[in-house]
């Protein structure tokens, strides 16, 4: 039983890892043209949206590997932690952006 939980867990948090990484090259450097012109949203504006809206699902993912790989009594603990946990924070920081932003945006106009 554990071991399938800590198979899927890996799975689970592997496909977010690649979705979190593609859709982070793609808010960066994408093309600021509107791919819709009907929908007045770019491809990095939707990414960035996509990756607030896979925030809480890749937090569920690392703190899965977290538990079910025993990363606590690694030796090497901080390092794991920071490495393991990183897409979640990269997903956490858009969605600072995307709050703070909006917030001194409508501060100032």
Do not use: Q
């Not at 890892?17 to 808010?27: G, Q, S, W």
């Amino acid at each position: 039983m554990v071991k399938s939980a800590k198979t899927i867990s890996n799975i689970i948090y592997l496909v977010g890892v690649i979705c979190v990484l593609v859709l982070t090259i793609i808010a960066i450097f994408g093309s600021d043209e509107l791919s819709n012109p009907n929908a007045m949203v770019s491809l990095n504006f939707s990414a960035f949206i996509c990756l607030i809206v896979g925030m809480f699902p890749m937090f569920f993912a690392c703190m899965a590997v977290y538990i079910f790989n025993d990363i606590k009594n690694s030796k090497h603990k901080k390092r794991n932690f920071i490495l393991i946990f990183s897409p979640g924070f990269i997903c956490f920081s858009c969605f600072l952006f995307l709050m703070l932003g909006g917030t001194i945006i409508n501060l100032f106009t």
